[in-house]
């Protein structure tokens, strides 16, 4: 009779509807055990370089990504678009424009969905040092007195890109003398700055010395006027 039950169609249907079961617990405990995923999007995560050789410069790269990611969703806590890293490597790259791959590192738990932009064009150039003679540009000054200037030293040594020191063309010390009195000697620390043509400032050059030092005297009105007589 036993025999008889395993060969029936109960025996088939009790037995499917078993495994039915059985399979249905295993999904929904794997549902239960895996925790929730999800995906966030960091805007603005910073573009760095890695490995740029020594005395070149990066000029015209962009300096923000677009990062986004995937993970529990414990996984995200706490974590901005600081703890994020992007970078280019210039590993063995000459001076001049490369397309380059971005690469990113997520954080541990979290894995990358997608960024943009995925590659980016680096201008790479060489550093170079060039020496310009200094001008003092007076402000505040009294037109109809003299004042007396000298400088030390009396150059400057500039270092940055290429580009940047092609345009480069005079090096000013700028002194306020708005308040020197007669017969007043004054001795200023002064900041050396790059001009170009139009008298803008030429950016991201380093200058040595990077303080220069200024001395002023004015001349009494009395001894004007006895140069004049």
Known sequence: ?????????????????????????????EDITQPAMEKKQFKDVSLVTMDLDEGQVV???????????????NAFTGI????????????????????????????SGLEIISYS??????????????????????LGRDPTREVTTSLYPKEVTLRGASSCLERVETVKVFADVS???????IELEETPRPLDESREPVEDLSASPSEIEVYLELESEEKEETSGE
């Open 1 to 29: 009779m036993l025999e008889n039950f395993f060969q029936t169609n109960h025996f088939a249907r009790i037995l499917a509807l078993f495994l039915a079961i059985v399979f249905w617990l295993f999904v929904e405990g």
């Open 59 to 73: 000029k015209d790269m962009p300096s923000y990504v677009d990062v986004q990611l995937e993970g529990p969703q």
């Open 80 to 107: 901005t678009s600081r703890d994020l890293v992007a970078f280019v490597d210039l590993k063995g790259k000459e001076p001049g424009t490369h397309q380059l791959p971005v690469r990113v590192h997520p954080p």
């Open 117 to 138: 932009p995925s590659e980016v064009e680096v201008n790479v150039e060489s550093m170079e040092t060039r020496s310009f003679d200094l001008q003092v540009a007076l």
């Open 179 to 185: 308040e020197l009195n007669d017969l007043e000697q």
